[in-house]
């Protein structure tokens, strides 16, 4: 059995900062991709940013050139460092890690509040 558990939310004033963690335990063979999605009420959930087992990451236009997507390999754990963040990014982050041989889990995911 596999979980992913994320940590690191709360509330933060606009142009402020935040570190989002996901460690996955369990049975792990191999951890490929782990990615960050987020959805806020009445939308759809969307992909923050991704990086896989090499290293090589994808963003989200939306967060692109303020969130930073690192993880490390040997401690099962990804991180989310999310800067000048807006109130449009309030929504609730879950971390999803695809690997062998559970193939894909998902977090129940770390509230993040951004308000004056």
């Known amino acids: 059995q596999v979980q992913v558990v994320e940590s690191g939310g709360g509330l933060v004033q606009p142009g402020g900062s935040l570190r989002l963690s996901c460690v996955v335990s369990g049975s792990i063979f191999n951890i490929y991709t782990m990615s960050w999605y987020r959805q806020s009420p009445g939308k759809e959930r969307e992909l923050v940013a991704s990086?896989?087992?090499?290293?090589?990451?994808n963003y989200g236009v939306s967060v692109k050139d303020r969130f930073t997507i690192s993880r490390d390999n040997a401690k099962n754990t990804a991180y989310l460092q999310m800067n000048s963040l807006k109130t449009e990014d309030t929504a609730v982050y879950y971390c999803?890690?695809?690997?062998?041989?559970?193939?894909?889990?998902w977090g129940k995911g770390t509230l993040v509040t951004v308000s004056s």
């Open positions: 999803n890690a695809q690997g062998s041989p559970f193939r894909e889990c």
């Open positions: 990086i896989s087992r090499g290293g090589n990451t």
